[in-house]
């Protein structure tokens, strides 16, 4: 139901534009969110966006370098991302909900009832 894709090597301070193709209209899911894993670690959040009220959130990690967003029109959600670094190799993965999660549940992926397949990216020189 949800597919990300866009991932690829890019060199560290290079830029990637993920994006997460939704098989219904995105406008479906009023939660939207990216995670990801690394190698030999468990899956943590990195940001997320409600619908209607607009509000996202961050980890620490990525906070003035990535943005998430979401295109009803192109039944698609995105995260761009500047700056990169070789701790952001990860696979990362786009999940949604169709109830609005509580602001300090957004970085809970339990809370999201839809997960979709994963796109690597590799940040190294």
């Known amino acids: 139901q949800l597919q990300a894709s866009g991932g690829g090597l890019v060199q560290p301070g290079g830029s990637l534009r993920l994006s997460c193709a939704a098989s219904?209209?995105?406008?479906?899911?009023?939660?939207l969110g990216w995670f990801r894993q690394a190698p030999g670690k468990g899956r943590e959040f990195v940001a997320a966006?409600?619908?209607?009220?607009?509000?996202?959130h961050y980890a620490d990690s990525v906070k003035g370098r990535f943005t998430i967003s979401r295109d009803n029109a192109a039944n698609t959600l995105y995260l761009q991302m500047y700056n990169l670094k070789p701790e952001d190799t990860a696979v990362y993965y786009c999940?949604?909900?169709?109830?609005?999660?509580?602001?300090?549940?957004?970085?809970?992926?339990?809370?999201?009832?839809?997960r979709g397949q994963g796109t690597l990216v590799t940040v190294s020189s």
């Open positions: 999940a949604a909900n169709y109830n609005r999660i509580i602001l300090s549940a957004m970085d809970d992926i339990t809370r999201y009832a839809y």
């Open positions: 966006v409600r619908r209607g009220d607009g509000n996202s």
């Open positions: 219904e209209r995105i406008m479906s899911f009023d939660s």
